[in-house]
């Protein structure tokens, strides 16, 4: 089955400082990723949409400068939080879509990494 | 904002029959009905889909209404380990974002 990647799958970083979060498709090519967010004990939220080879597409409320975005190729997408703070920290999830396949087809999910910013 | 409505929670016994219900009163004609879980701390995974016929599964079993208003996700035989958030989402085909609720925790119980 398709495999989506996220490294590192935990990270604590200080106050000010910047942490990138890598997504990868591991069998299959991803012309668009998406980037979630999730609080504990709340649903994911929708952060952006990662689109190969262009700019990322931001949700109403989430800052791009704060939030980078790059998808230079068909399998790796990154997340880059800058200039962190304690209210970052919280559980980032990538998912993905197989390019090649049916469109109906389902969003492969990554495991999730936890930042802990102190 | 999400277009469908589901319990907060639910209690299964184990080996039962779960079935968790989910209203989407607004799903337009192109749009198809997709069940995900979350596991504590994991990455939601991929159960079913559907657009208006019955669809089964090695993991389940999705029972879509004739007007498409609602559907109901059954897992036949419940574990332990299906004890996790299960999140009901409608959705177009082609790449489109997917927008989660608060979905169902679901309590398998010994």
Redesign the interface.
């Known amino acids: 089955g398709a495999v989506v990647s996220q490294h590192p799958s935990r990270v604590i970083c200080k106050s000010g400082t910047s942490v990138k979060i890598e997504c990868r498709s591991l069998d299959f090519q991803a012309t668009t990723m998406f980037w979630y967010r999730q609080f504990p004990k709340q649903s994911l939220m929708l952060m952006a949409t990662s689109n190969e080879g262009s700019k990322a597409t931001y949700e109403q409320g989430v800052e791009k400068d704060k939030f980078l975005i790059n998808h230079a190729s068909l399998t790796l997408s990154t997340l880059t939080v800058t200039s962190a703070h304690p209210e970052d920290s919280s559980f980032y999830i990538c998912s993905a879509r197989d390019s090649n396949r049916d469109s109906t087809y389902e969003q492969y999910f990554g495991p999730g990494t936890r930042l802990t910013v102190t | 904002d999400a277009k469908t409505t589901q319990p907060t929670s639910m209690d299964c016994a184990e080996g039962r029959a779960a079935n968790l219900p989910c209203n989407h009163s607004t799903i337009s004609g192109n749009e198809?009905v997709?069940w995900?879980r979350?596991i504590h701390?994991?990455?939601?995974?991929?159960i079913i889909?559907g657009?208006k016929n019955n669809e089964t599964n090695e993991m389940a079993s999705l029972i879509i209404t004739e007007d498409r208003k609602s559907s109901t996700l059954i897992l036949p035989h419940a574990t332990l380990r299906d004890t996790a958030?299960y999140?009901c989402i409608v959705n177009y085909?082609?790449?489109f974002?997917?927008?989660?609720?608060?979905?169902t925790r679901l309590f398998v119980k010994a």
Do not use: C, D, E, R
């Open positions: 198809y997709y995900y979350q701390s994991q990455g939601p995974q991929y889909h657009l958030v999140y085909s082609g790449g974002k997917t927008i989660f609720g608060a979905g």
